[in-house]
């Protein structure tokens, strides 16, 4: 005999009309955002890993003497604040021929030039005497396709020397300790390196940084999909529990609906993700934008997250029917409030001290950092029920307002409905206060206006420094050269060998400088405060990127939950506004309640989450030997007020349906 579960899922799910049929569309685009959103953030931090390794080539592999076959030198100049890669390689004689580096169709002969479309584009743009000089100037440029490039915005050129080239000799290695694999040198006998540059190398532990905060407001939207209409469903499944239906009937036809409405979905999400790859490639991080196909996923990852999705709504809808199985009586008469138990407050104190713990001994790998976070955010959803509850109870107790008092009693009797609608906000401000407080304060006093130039010792520094006045002079640039003590540190040169350029003018004339200049480096090019702030600026830039993309995706995600959830709740209880707007109560006052049911356990809850996040940023600065950001306490305040608006705005979005679901108070509560 068939089963009769899908006849009647289908049956039940096309009669129960418009509002039936709102309910399961809501269901629908929460499901598709969040595996829109999952996707997204599955992109950014396997294309960030990707675009680091299309970067290794240039950092030289040093291979025994014997066994080498050319010579790599690599080293970083700066135009507008902005990173040109230049990469020398010289073929060495009687060696046999060295493969052809990324990107490159052959290994690149003696005065042949290449270069990245961006930096093809930037070196026409620019007036030759601030960048295309400091480069060889062949017949024409080759160009660098896609291989050997992180990102179509990237600079890079490659040039091909003689190995008597100053460019590629030893001093061109770079032996001071703010080069930090900027510049480096070695024979070498293909580009086989592992390690990536310097600007793209920290851009997938700081993406996942953001996935790992984010991850937990997406599960908690995803969610909010499979519980959308519950209370609806669980009358409806009640009454067929009471006819005689099996709880294991119950189970399948709840977990059929929803897995359909998931799926529909999940899958809207997968294809607006594989649409929109053109357009989310243009979305720039850290060396610029991205090549559509580093943002594909691929296969398995959609095979992956789709049914994932599906997975976590089905769920999230089947964990609501505990009380229709086991007491359908007591849930059609709406008679059993959902009590929480002290027990999530003793796991909740035995979690948080446990984080607390593992957080004082220093310096936390990836791995580590991301199971804490996750941890400490099932903890919370754990014990956000609780509280909701005990509020409910205390509110109840001394409220002097009608407003105030059904706000009370609501959340006292549905503690777990009411923390879902403010449980993604409440994670969002964990967000929030770590990333107010996490900006380092890393780097050197303002040297702008400085270029400076290495030399081999003192006596090469007076020649420099007479030659490069006379180069500066000719070049139209008004600059004042010294030389520096090496005992002084207010300058580029930090302490190292060489001269000092005091220009006088905006950045065109800086970069003029630094072109003149050039002839002067002895296989080192002249630089600017850009250059030993590099390091420090691409962790910070980074940082600050993933701070405000996760901030905005945070309070996106939780306001859609919120206000999603909230014009749920309004077609779940229309019954029971129907009773009070019959009882005579106004639809102002029924407003005010839902506005309050809302922002009591968001003030008290988001409170404790963004205590936790200013110490989680306050561990990450203190690993780091960094100060606090002094501008924390005004970034926390902006991210308190948008929350509220976003909170606000997202309860507001549903008043117009409680005006339609209340407009005819008698039809409505019977």
């Not at 009647?8 to 096309?14: G, I, P």
């Not at 997968?270 to 850290?286: M, N, R, V």
């Not at 006292?412 to 906000?425: E, F, N």
Request: hydrophobic share 50%; proline share 6%.
């Amino acid at each position: 005999m068939r089963s009769p579960v899908l006849p009647l899922t289908w049956h039940l799910a096309k009669s129960s009309g418009r509002r039936g049929l709102q309910t399961q569309l809501l269901a629908v685009v929460v499901a598709a955002v969040s595996a829109f959103v999952l996707l997204v953030m599955i992109a950014a931090s396997l294309g960030s890993g990707a675009r680091a390794d299309r970067t290794t080539w240039r950092t030289p592999d040093a291979v025994p003497a014997k066994q080498a076959t050319a010579v790599q030198a690599v080293t970083t100049t700066y135009v507008r604040h902005e990173p040109v890669t230049v990469v020398s390689l010289a073929q060495l004689p009687g060696r046999k021929a060295t493969p052809a580096p990324p990107g490159l169709s052959t290994f690149p002969e003696q005065g042949e030039v290449y270069v990245s479309p961006a930096l093809d584009g930037l070196m026409r743009e620019l007036p030759t005497n601030q960048l295309a000089d400091r480069l060889p100037k062949p017949a024409s440029y080759g160009t660098i396709d896609a291989a050997g490039l992180a990102s179509p915005d990237e600079l890079v050129a490659v040039v091909g020397r003689a190995p008597s080239d100053p460019s590629v000799s030893k001093a061109a290695g770079g032996d001071n300790w703010y080069d930090e694999e900027q510049t480096a040198r070695a024979e070498i006998a293909g580009f086989t390196s592992t390690q990536p540059s310097p600007f793209t190398g920290p851009d997938q532990q700081m993406t996942v940084l953001g996935v790992a905060l984010l991850v937990m407001p997406v599960i908690v939207l995803a969610s909010a999909a499979g519980r959308l209409g519950a209370a609806r469903r669980e009358q409806r499944l009640a009454a067929l529990r009471l006819a005689g239906a099996t709880p294991r009937q119950i189970i399948a036809m709840t977990a059929a609906e929803a897995a359909a409405v998931g799926g529909a979905g999940a899958l809207t999400g997968a294809l607006a993700y594989a649409t929109l790859l053109p357009a989310l490639a243009e979305i720039p991080y850290g060396v610029g934008g991205w090549y559509t196909g580093q943002l594909w996923v691929g296969l398995p990852w959609l095979a992956a997250v789709v049914p994932a999705v599906t997975a976590l709504i089905t769920v999230s809808a089947v964990t609501m029917l505990r009380q229709v199985a086991t007491s359908p009586l007591g849930v059609a008469q709406q008679a059993d409030p959902r009590r929480t138990r002290m027990i999530r407050l003793v796991l909740f104190a035995a979690v948080l001290g446990y984080v607390l713990f593992s957080t004082q001994g220093g310096q936390l790998g990836a791995r580590q950092m991301v199971a804490l976070l996750a941890l400490f955010y099932g903890a919370f959803w754990l014990f956000g029920p609780w509280v909701v509850d005990r509020l409910g109870r205390i509110v109840g107790r001394y409220a002097r307002r009608p407003a105030t008092l059904l706000a009370a009693r609501r959340l006292s009797d549905d503690p777990s409905g009411a923390w879902r609608t403010v449980s993604g906000l409440v994670l969002a401000g964990f967000v929030a206060g770590f990333f107010s407080v996490s900006q380092l304060a890393i780097g050197f006093s303002d040297q702008h206006g400085q270029v400076a130039v290495l030399t081999a010792d003192s006596a090469a520094t007076q020649r420099a420094a007479a030659e490069a006045r006379t180069l500066l002079r000719e070049a139209g640039v008004t600059a004042t050269v010294t030389v520096p003590s090496e005992d002084d540190f207010d300058n580029p040169l930090h302490g190292s060998s060489g001269l000092i350029a005091r220009v006088s003018g905006g950045q065109d004339q800086l970069d003029t400088a630094v072109t003149a200049l050039t002839p002067l480096g002895a296989g080192r090019l002249p630089f600017t405060q850009d250059y030993p702030n590099a390091v420090d600026n691409v962790y910070m830039d980074r940082l600050g990127v993933v701070s405000t993309a996760t901030l905005g995706m945070s309070f996106l995600v939780a306001a859609a939950s919120a206000g999603l959830t909230a014009a749920a709740n309004v077609l779940d209880r229309r019954r029971v506004y129907g009773l009070l707007r019959l009882a005579g109560t106004p639809l102002r006052m029924l407003d005010r309640a839902r506005t309050r049911e809302t922002a009591l356990p968001l003030a008290v809850l988001a409170g404790g989450t963004t205590a936790m996040g200013v110490y989680g940023a306050y561990q990450l600065n203190k690993a780091a030997d960094s100060t606090m950001n002094v501008s924390g306490a005004l970034q926390l305040a902006a991210c308190v007020a948008v929350g509220t608006l976003a909170m606000l705005a997202a309860i507001g979005a549903s008043r117009p349906l409680l005006r339609k679901v209340t407009a005819d108070p008698v039809q409505t509560a019977d």
